[in-house]
């Protein structure tokens, strides 16, 4: 049983940064796909970021892109989202997803992660 847990979301302002975490449990922590996915009000759960086995391998939605940056820290089990030049639209609930063995794939789909955390909400006022 993987158990991630995000944290870091709040309340900024527009043009503001943040940093998201999700710990997750697992000796082979290192093997796992880890993504971010984010849901608004009345909005069905979109891809945001994830990364792979190897942290060069990473996707991002497009909206995010040169924007929002995700990186991962195998000796805390943690993967990391940069949030930055945050815009109100990216107002959302966050959630950290986990797919063990992934054997180098990246997913960018819900239906490809096994674990997920509770989330963590992200508010930003214009």
């Known amino acids: 049983q993987v158990r991630p847990v995000e944290s870091g979301g709040g309340l900024v302002q527009a043009g503001d940064s943040m940093r998201l975490s999700c710990a997750a449990s697992?000796?082979?922590?290192?093997?796992?796909?880890m993504g971010w996915f984010r849901q608004a009000p009345g909005k069905e759960r979109e891809f945001v970021a994830a990364?792979?086995?190897?942290?060069?391998?990473?996707d991002y939605e497009d909206s995010v892109k040169g924007r929002f940056t995700i990186s991962r820290d195998n000796a805390k089990n943690t993967v990391y989202l940069q949030m930055n030049s945050l815009k109100p639209e990216d107002t959302a609930v966050y959630y950290c997803a986990v797919k063990p063995t992934s054997r180098g794939i990246v997913p960018m789909v819900p239906r490809e992660y096994d674990y997920w955390g509770q989330g963590t909400q992200v508010t930003v006022s214009s």
């Open positions: 990364i792979g086995e190897i942290p060069r391998d990473t």
């Open positions: 697992g000796r082979l922590f290192s093997t796992y796909a």
